[in-house]
């Protein structure tokens, strides 16, 4: 599976990460390796994680998806891209949470508001980034990612209003009005090529306007000493990817506001644990 890409990264593309805060990389999968992700993205047990008229209207989050399929664990393991996450990450990393994205064919729905990741789900510190593997080219007609360079330098943007959690950056001067045009970019692999953006990214992504669906994997990682403060406790959230846990915590200087969201027993989340179930068997297992 490893389609002989498993080398890491360059120095140069070490340090342009560290510049502008995102990666592209085409030609990691293979076709084969495509068509078989595209085929367990029909398996019952995912298409019944959305309704159709939600497939039809919106961007759809279909989350934990590891647990689900073993095509999808099998990726957020492959070689190609593990070998880069240790390059930006170190050798100790997990999963924090896996999804499959689907942008409707409906055109003109399925816009995602511009973000940062760090601010659904907050940790003792930032080594953390998420990895979007493409089933269908990314283009800005079907509403591909757009990042805003060197965002990931800013800190943690506001995200609340009238003291809830927004689901969205409240700061929009950064991609409406930015001091270089040219930091806002278009984010297109195509298929079978991921984007690695930082966990303070911002980004977000625009209609679909081409008539067809836009389909992509997303497996977001944090270093093992990252430890999560907020947001939702997945079933795969905590699977080793790489090396192990040695018992450290990481704490990166500041102040954080958790995403409050309200109601419920619990409106910051329940990441009180930071292990779910399915990671925990798994890990327990060493497979």
Known sequence: MANGLETGLSEQEIKRYGEDGFLVFDGILTDEEVEELRQACEAPQITGLRSQKDYETVTVHALGITSLHPAFLKLAKHPAIVAKLRCLMGEDIQLQHSKLATKPPTKGVGAFAWHQDFAYYPHTNTNMLSVMVMLDDATPENGCMQMVRGSHKFGCLDHMKDGRFAWGCQESRYWESPDNPDD???????????????????????????GRPRRGLVFSYRAADAYQLADTLFDDTGLIVSGGFKGVVRCEAGVLTLPYRGGGAHPYGSAWNQIGGFAAAHNADGA
């Open 184 to 210: 806002l970019v278009y984010v297109t692999p195509k298929t079978g090529g991921i984007s690695i953006h930082h966990t303070l990214t911002l980004h977000g992504s625009a209609a679909n306007a081409s």
